[in-house]
């Protein structure tokens, strides 16, 4: 596990990284830092392996500071930002790597791959580093099971118990990888009088506002980035934060928005298994279910739990997907009921709320 601190004095963009790079099983980001100072003061302490590093920021810029941390602290250090045109002038001043910052419409997805893509290219020369680098003064404590990546069962942040009379019907969508521009030939496609649409999609914090604006743009719904106690109500969808659970509750006969903290479950947050779950406690048979394309299992074990209480199960088949991994271990333990081309997935939307299942 390579250790690393984030430096940007942006606290959108720290989160962003954070969520990227820890989606990256070799490694984790221990600290953040707001400035070069604030930056210098953690290197000392908990001796990272690698650093990444904003050019604008205050009180030093970047590329003054990776001067001087070459200089002083010589380690290896990625620069992420978006001036492209400085882009190779940075490893003349010792960078290991540069990524620019996402583009004007560039997909999370893209952004993602590109920072995956950077870091796992250095993997070599970090474990060079790794056997000379100095001590830190302080000394992390080893995760737990919940902090780790050990995979957590959804159990452990919410029980399962489904409901036994149906309620109004929900409609609930899981996606990873390939999602993002899946989703929107979807809600291309979707009508305004749909019942309403709750939508977990694996996605760094940050990117899910902009992207539930982009869905609202470019459908006939109204498409919202999920807040606590916010109603579901006919037309309307709602899409998980990039770093909370989004969950729904029923008070008296309506039903709202519950956003969950914690850990990650199935290596996920949000996690398609527990919004997938949340919609069986609360609407049971009532429910139609969409496993989108994406890389995994997450929402495998709660599509089962929909699809053993009488809920309606659909997943994307292999053709139409990125990838087709949440798709086929839902299909794998028989939880589907109907396996659709993309291009199909509204049709079978429209007609579940018409009340005409296949």
């Known amino acids: 596990m390579y250790t690393v601190i984030v430096i940007d004095d942006s606290l959108s963009m720290r989160r962003i990284l954070k969520d990227i ?110 056997l000379k680098k100095p001590k830190p003064q302080v000394v992390l404590q080893k995760k737990t099971d919940l902090e780790s990546n050990t995979k957590v069962h959804p159990d452990q942040l919410l029980p399962s118990s489904p409901a036994r009379f149906p309620g109004t019907k929900v409609i609930a969508i899981g996606s990873s990888t390939g999602g993002v521009e899946s989703l929107l030939r979807v809600f291309k496609s979707l009508p305004n009088n749909l019942p309403p649409i709750v939508i977990t999609q694996h996605i760094p914090y940050g990117f899910s506002r902009s992207f539930a604006q982009r869905l609202n743009n470019e459908s006939a719904l109204d498409v919202y980035e999920a807040e606590d106690g916010m109603k579901l109500e006919k037309g309307k969808a709602f899409l998980a934060p990039g770093n909370m659970h989004l969950t729904i509750e029923k008070r008296g006969s309506d039903y709202y928005t519950k956003l969950l903290d914690g850990t990650r479950i199935s290596h996920h947050k949000p996690s398609v298994n527990i919004m997938f779950r949340s919609v069986n406690n609360v609407v049971g048979s009532s429910a139609m279910a969409v496993m989108m394309t994406g890389m995994g299992d997450d929402g495998m074990i709660a599509i089962k739990e929909l699809y053993d209480n009488g809920a309606y199960t659909v997943a994307q088949n292999e053709e139409s997907c990125v990838v087709f991994g949440m798709p086929k271990k839902a299909i794998e333990i028989g939880a589907v009921k109907d396996i659709v081309h993309l291009d199909e997935i509204a049709e079978y939307i429209i007609e579940f709320s018409n009340n005409h299942k296949r």
């Open 21 to 130: 790079i820890n989606s990256i099983d070799e490694f984790e980001v221990i600290e953040e830092a707001v400035d070069a100072f604030d930056a210098r003061e953690k290197i000392k302490k908990f001796e990272p392996d690698l650093v990444t590093i904003d050019i604008n920021m205050p009180k030093m810029d970047g590329v003054t500071f990776l001067r001087n941390l070459m200089r002083l602290h010589p380690m290896p250090a990625v620069v992420v930002s978006g001036e492209g045109a400085r882009g190779n002038d940075i490893f003349d001043d010792g960078a290991v790597g540069y990524i620019e910052k996402p583009a004007s419409g560039e997909s999370m997805v893209s952004f993602q791959s590109r920072v995956k893509d950077n870091l796992l290219n250095l993997t070599f020369l970090l474990q060079r580093y790794t």
